[in-house]
Each structure stands twice: as structure tokens, then as C-alpha cells.
């Protein structure tokens, strides 16, 4: 049977209803796409319409395209007041009371977080987030060193930044500064992968973006079906969490969630969230990647540039919070958390001996944080925000007092 075939009572109704299902296509279409160019040309109204849930339109308030670095961010000079969080990789589904992390940020005109110090700066510290978070502005790692070694100290810390950028950065602020020492920090968890997006973006094409961030892209279109996508996801996520947010809020379950670790801390049983784990490779593997081979040239290249400025390079290795407290994972964690647990920790140094041979061959002193900070989680010691990524105010200290010891030697 063919459409024309088909009673006229019925046809009439197909083609209505063909006609309506367009329509409203063409609708959506036209109300999105004129909505997207809109916020295209006026930015910060996505914060006045509350759009900082909606991942395309979060990244477009904060950030603008660098040719070199990505992305940089919007408003240089922001006041980040007095918010509370509980961590990037916390979720009331885990049915854990955590107490929430108070948290103050101010920045200076070039975008980073502020300095309690004034040049001439003694020590440049460069990497990701984990030289920009800090609960308040004398807490960061950079603070904390200035404390700990009596040296004045510049912070060049971006988050979602990698090797390749920390480069730029050094280039761009760090190696006029004259400074005695040039900290590159490199953290295990996503610092090659950062390393292998950069170097897709760098080529270019359609899929060549960085992470999810297409700020800069010059097809017009190809952003809005971005924005188009993650404001379907958005609303999507938001009709899941909101029946489960508002009946949980505040109560503690008493089984473990399948993705949560209990750690066994000076007689305590501590949970927490683990976010980064070791491919399943050898040192030797990950060295012959595409992207190791860059962190060799980056690491070279920070040398040159060091030495050529009459600066000492040292680089710092970042241990994730699995490769310092996984050993000392209790049975009673969760499910899905064991079942990968065993097998993370026969590679739990791969990535330190990668950095560990590449910073050999360029003649680069390396500083580890890994042993001291394996001791101190020993010793029953929380050095990270047991459901975020990055250290608390201890692992920092810890950090800044290791990083201090070290430069002490050098005089």
C-alpha cells in the first residue's frame, strides 16, 4: 500500500500531522537559533538569565578565544565571593553528609589569582588548577611557599590548563620576570591528557576542539549545535537531579555507593570520591605516546627559556589523591570502587616514571611529592578535599614545605 492508495480521511490527517511536526521543528529552530545569536552578541547576559548550568553558555561568560592558550578568561580582574561547594566530584547520591568548602578568589589584570607579593618576584610557580585553587587568597600553593621559604612568589596557575600552555604562559609572564626559580607543576591525573587535547586542537578541523570548549570556533553553526546540545542536556540532567536533590537532601545512607572509596586513616574508616585513574600501560608505553613526546619538547623548551634567563627550572610531579591514599583502601568501599582498585595499583607509578625520565633526559631537577605525601597519608593525614579533585590547606602546606626544602638546598 502507497500513500496514495491510502483513504483520503487518512492522508488528510498524515499530511496535517506532517505539517504541524515541521512547523514546530522550524519553530524551535527559529526561536533557538535567534536566542543563540543573541547571547552570541551579548555574552554576560547568559549570567543575568541564569545560564551558568548550561556548559556552552558557562564557558562563553567566562572565557575568550587565545590563539595560543585556547582560551582565556573574560574578566581578568573578577571576585570570585564567598561560595560554597562540596566538591567537583560530589553528588548528593552518594547519601554522604560532607560539609561544604567555603571559598574566596580574587584575581589580578592578567586573569590570575592575586599575590600578596610585589615584584621583583623570587619564584614563578606555573600550572593548572592546582597552583589557582586555594579557599582564599593566602592560601594557594604559591602563598604558602612565600611563607614557608621567605621568597616573593607569582602565581601563574589556570585551571583546565596543560603543558603546552604552561609553556605560553612562562613565555608570556614568567621569564621576563627575572625571577630566581620557575616551578612548572605537573599534576598525574590529567596533564598528558590536557597535553593530547592541545595538540588536536592545534590541527584544526571541525573536530578539533579542546575538551568540550568551543569558544573561538569560527563556524557559526557548528557552535550553535553545540549550545543546542547542551541546553538539551542540561534540562535533561536537571528533570533527574530534582526529584532526587529534593528528597535526599541531607540524608546519610547506610550502604556505600558503588563509586566511593573508604580509606582507612588513623584507625578511622574516611570516604571519598577518586576522579583520575592510571591507564592500564607501562612507563615505557606512555613515553613512546604522541603526547609524551610533546611534554619531552615542553620540558626542553622550559629549560631553554629558563636558563637562557638566568632562571633554575624545576619541575614539581603531583600525585592524584587515588596514587597517595589507594593502597589504604578498606573492603568495605564500594563496589564498582574495588573492582578497579587491585588493578590500579600495579600502575599507580607509571606516570611518575614517565615524567621522571623525560625530566632525567633534559637535565631538569624533578621534585616528587609523591613520598612525602604517601607518608603523611600514613600518618592518618587528609591532604585533598575527600570529594574534589584538589588538596585541601594541609596538602598544600605539605607541598609548599617540600617545594621550600628543596630551594633551601639550592642556595
Same mark, same amino acid.
Given at each position: 500500500m502507497t500513500f496514495k492508495t491510502l483513504p483520503s480521511s487518512i492522508r488528510a490527517i498524515l499530511w496535517r500531522t506532517t505539517k504541524t511536526i515541521l512547523f514546530s521543528f522550524y519553530l524551535l529552530f527559529i526561536t533557538t537559533f535567534l536566542l543563540f545569536s543573541l547571547l552570541e552578541s551579548f555574552p554576560d547576559?547568559?549570567?543575568?538569565?541564569?545560564l551558568q548550568n548550561i556548559r556552552y553558555y558557562a564557558q562563553a561568560a567566562e572565557y575568550v578565544a587565545d590563539p595560543t592558550l585556547v582560551f582565556v578568561p573574560r574578566h581578568p580582574n573578577k571576585v570570585v565571593d564567598a561560595i560554597e561547594f562540596r566538591g567537583d566530584g560530589y553528588s548528593p547520591g552518594f547519601g554522604i553528609e560532607v560539609s561544604p568548602i567555603r571559598y574566596h578568589a580574587s584575581y589580578t589584570n592578567n586573569g590570575f589569582r592575586a599575590n600578596s607579593s610585589q615584584p621583583p618576584f623570587d619564584i614563578?610557580?606555573?600550572g593548572d588548577s592546582y597552583i589557582e585553587f586555594g579557599e582564599s587568597d593566602d592560601s594557594t600553593l604559591?602563598?604558602?611557599?612565600?611563607?614557608?621559604?621567605?621568597?616573593s612568589?607569582?602565581?601563574?596557575?589556570?585551571?583546565w590548563y596543560g603543558p603546552p600552555q604552561y609553556l605560553e604562559l612562562f613565555k608570556r609572564y614568567g621569564s621576563a620576570t627575572k625571577a630566581q626559580y620557575a616551578i612548572?607543576?605537573?599534576? &598525574?591525573?590529567? *596533564?598528558a591528557e590536557d597535553t593530547r587535547q592541545y595538540i588536536r586542537w592545534q590541527r584544526g578541523g571541525e573536530g578539533g576542539d579542546y575538551y568540550s570548549f568551543v569558544v573561538g570556533r569560527r563556524n557559526f553553526f557548528i557552535r550553535y549545535l553545540h549550545a543546542f546540545r547542551d541546553t538539551y542536556n542540561a534540562i535533561i540532567h536537571w528533570r533527574k537531579e530534582f526529584p532526587r536533590t529534593a528528597t535526599t537532601e541531607g540524608a546519610i545512607s547506610h550502604a556505600v555507593h558503588p563509586d566511593v572509596g573508604m580509606i582507612q586513616l588513623g584507625g578511622l574508616l574516611v570516604p571519598m570520591y577518586?576522579?583520575?585513574?592510571?591507564q592500564h600501560v607501562t612507563t615505557s608505553q606512555l613515553l613512546e605516546r604522541e603526547e609524551w613526546k610533546h611534554i619531552r619538547t615542553v620540558i626542553g623548551q622550559f629549560k631553554a627559556l629558563s636558563v637562557q634567563n638566568l632562571i633554575i627550572p624545576i619541575i614539581v610531579f603531583i600525585p592524584?589523591?587515588?596514587?597517595?591514599?589507594? &593502597?589504604?583502601? *578498606?573492603?568495605q568501599s564500594g563496589s564498582r570502587f574495588l573492582s578497579k582498585i587491585r588493578d590500579q595499583l600495579q600502575f599507580d607509578m607509571n606516570t611518575l616514571g614517565a615524567l621522571e625520565a623525560v625530566s632525567q633526559e633534559q637535565r631538569v631537577q624533578m621534585v616528587n611529592l609523591m613520598p612525602a605525601f604517601r607518608a603523611l597519608a600514613r600518618q592518618g593525614k587528609v591532604l585533598y578535599h575527600p570529594f574534589d579533585t584538589h588538596w585541601n590547606v594541609t596538602g598544600r602546606r605539605a607541598a609548599a614545605e617540600a617545594l621550600a626544602k628543596e630551594i633551601q638546598n639550592k642556595k
Open positions: 547576559l547568559g549570567k543575568a538569565v541564569s614563578v610557580v606555573i604559591s602563598e604558602l611557599l612565600k611563607q614557608e621559604s621567605g621568597l612568589t607569582l602565581n601563574l596557575g589556570r585551571g612548572l607543576a605537573f599534576f &598525574s591525573g590529567n *596533564d577518586f576522579n583520575y585513574w592510571n592524584t589523591k587515588l596514587e597517595v591514599y589507594g &593502597s589504604q583502601f *578498606d573492603h
